[in-house]
């Protein structure tokens, strides 16, 4: 395949860093490796626009999405379409439905160009919908439905769907979105790998050598269902005083989840350690003896790959993605969504015995190299434009 001109657009982007945010860097370093060109159009707070900016990078000036204060709503972002034409871009791909995806679907149909759109977030799901959704049931009701109908709408005018699992896909189909494939968000195994030293941040954290630390890392929303968590590792504090919970990263739910750690009486011996620089990420993960996602709403959970990656086994809940992500008795272990006595369960098993997961761990993460993806990658950019009869 020759070289290629490709446009990203989404709604989140640096200095955010979710899961979203690590697959589109994680996939323009490896395309651009390739000699390849990616720009990205995305949405960023005015404050942003100048250290963000680049030749490759166009930033759209929006307004605070207040339910979500770490993300912001572009305000006509539509000129981008005339930018295209400019930069002759080859190949559009929407990281988003929403303002930035609609603005590369105009201009996708304005011009002509191939569009694939990625899935990347469960908006219909139900944490998403009780927390950033109308109050009222029967407006919550009606935005949900008529959200579900844009989305069929958005994805059926794009040539290609891709879904980061299988699960996600079966969704997607459910729903009658058609032409879907699966291409799973990437890590950096350079970076993510089992060579990397943990001692260095239990220091920080003031870790203890016997102690064994459970991690979450990730946004601190009520999707997220942190309270499962807490409520396990009470549980898990009170059969052993060698229990040290970190909840790592920031988000609209923090405050509420610092304020649950006290009144459950374990704030003791858990840590939030606010936002973490993406340089500390690795050892993070390597720092953890389990990480552990209670989370409902995940299309794929990149945070687990990343942990199983430094070689962390990963404990979460049985459900969507996440069901998927984790092979039970191998790289980690699964509980019901919201039991959180099984949860402490699951935890306490993986501790006894981590090393009886770390090797598959290893085996799991490998699979989601941003090699790999790429390589998949871009196979469904080939397969669109052959479709277009452009190459």
């Given at each position: 395949?020759?070289?290629?001109?490709?446009?990203?657009?989404?709604?989140?982007y640096?200095?955010?860093?979710?899961?979203?945010?690590?697959?589109?860097?994680?996939?323009?370093?490896?395309?651009?490796?390739?000699?390849?060109n990616?720009?990205?159009?995305?949405?960023?707070?005015?404050?942003?626009?100048?250290?963000?900016?680049?030749?490759?990078?166009?930033?759209?000036?929006?307004?605070?999405?207040?339910?979500?204060?770490?993300?912001?709503?572009?305000?006509?972002?539509?000129?981008?379409a005339?930018?295209?034409?400019?930069?002759?871009?080859?190949?559009?791909?929407?990281?988003?439905?929403?303002?930035?995806?609609?603005?590369?679907?105009?201009?996708?149909?304005l011009?002509?160009?191939?569009?694939?759109?990625?899935?990347?977030?469960?908006?219909?799901?139900?944490?998403?919908?009780?927390?950033?959704?109308?109050?009222?049931?029967?407006?919550?009701?009606?935005?949900?439905?008529?959200?579900?109908?844009?989305?069929?709408?958005?994805?059926?005018?794009?040539?290609?769907?891709?879904?980061?699992?299988?699960?996600?896909?079966?969704?997607?189909?459910?729903?009658g979105?058609?032409?879907?494939?699966?291409?799973?968000?990437?890590?950096d195994?350079?970076?993510?790998n089992?060579?990397?030293?943990?001692?260095?941040?239990?220091?920080?954290l003031?870790?203890?050598?016997?102690?064994k630390?459970?991690?979450y890392?990730?946004?601190?929303?009520?999707?997220?269902?942190?309270?499962?968590?807490?409520?396990?590792?009470?549980?898990?504090?009170?059969?052993?005083?060698?229990?040290?919970?970190?909840?790592?990263?920031?988000?609209?739910?923090?405050?509420?989840?610092?304020?649950?750690?006290?009144?459950?009486?374990?704030m003791?011996?858990?840590?939030f350690?606010?936002?973490?620089?993406?340089?500390?990420?690795?050892?993070?993960?390597?720092?953890?003896?389990?990480?552990?996602?209670?989370s409902?709403?995940?299309?794929?959970?990149?945070?687990?790959?990343?942990?199983?990656?430094?070689?962390?086994?990963?404990?979460?809940?049985?459900?969507?993605a996440?069901?998927?992500?984790?092979?039970?008795?191998?790289?980690?272990?699964?509980?019901?969504?919201?039991?959180?006595?099984?949860?402490?369960?699951?935890?306490?098993?993986?501790?006894?015995?981590?090393?009886?997961?770390?090797?598959?761990?290893?085996?799991?993460?490998e699979?989601?190299?941003?090699?790999?993806?790429?390589?998949?990658?871009l196979?469904?950019?080939?397969?669109?434009?052959?479709?277009?009869?452009i190459?």
């Amino acid at each position: 395949m020759e070289h290629l001109n490709i446009a990203f657009y989404t709604d989140s982007y640096l200095p955010a860093m979710d899961g979203v945010v690590t697959s589109i860097l994680n996939s323009k370093a490896e395309l651009e490796r390739r000699g390849h060109n990616v720009y990205i159009f995305a949405s960023s707070y005015p404050r942003n626009i100048k250290k963000y900016s680049s030749k490759k990078v166009f930033l759209y000036p929006g307004r605070e999405f207040k339910p979500y204060p770490q993300y912001n709503v572009a305000l006509f972002p539509y000129n981008s379409a005339f930018k295209l034409n400019e930069l002759g871009i080859d190949i559009v791909h929407a990281h988003t439905p929403m303002v930035m995806g609609f603005s590369a679907l105009v201009g996708a149909k304005l011009f002509g160009y191939p569009l694939v759109s990625s899935f990347h977030t469960m908006v219909t799901n139900k944490p998403i919908m009780d927390a950033y959704y109308p109050r009222n049931r029967h407006l919550k009701k009606l935005a949900a439905t008529y959200l579900m109908r844009y989305l069929k709408f958005f994805y059926n005018s794009s040539d290609s769907v891709i879904a980061p699992t299988r699960t996600t896909a079966s969704m997607l189909g459910r729903h009658g979105i058609r032409n879907v494939n699966v291409v799973p968000n990437s890590i950096d195994t350079k970076i993510m790998n089992p060579g990397v030293d943990g001692d260095r941040i239990r220091e920080k954290l003031g870790i203890k050598g016997r102690e064994k630390v459970v991690l979450y890392l990730g946004r601190l929303s009520k999707e997220k269902r942190l309270e499962t968590l807490l409520y396990a590792a009470r549980i898990l504090m009170k059969r052993s005083g060698n229990i040290r919970l970190v909840i790592a990263g920031t988000g609209p739910y923090e405050r509420h989840y610092m304020d649950l750690a006290k009144r459950l009486g374990i704030m003791g011996n858990t840590l939030f350690t606010g936002f973490v620089d993406k340089r500390q990420l690795a050892g993070m993960y390597a720092a953890a003896d389990v990480f552990c996602l209670p989370s409902t709403f995940e299309t794929q959970g990149i945070v687990l790959i990343e942990a199983m990656a430094v070689g962390t086994p990963v404990v979460g809940a049985n459900y969507l993605a996440t069901k998927e992500m984790i092979k039970a008795g191998e790289n980690g272990e699964k509980f019901r969504p919201g039991d959180y006595t099984e949860c402490a369960r699951k935890i306490e098993k993986v501790l006894n015995n981590t090393e009886r997961y770390k090797h598959s761990a290893i085996k799991t993460a490998e699979e989601f190299s941003k090699e790999k993806v790429a390589e998949r990658l871009l196979e469904i950019y080939n397969l669109v434009l052959s479709k277009k009869g452009i190459y």
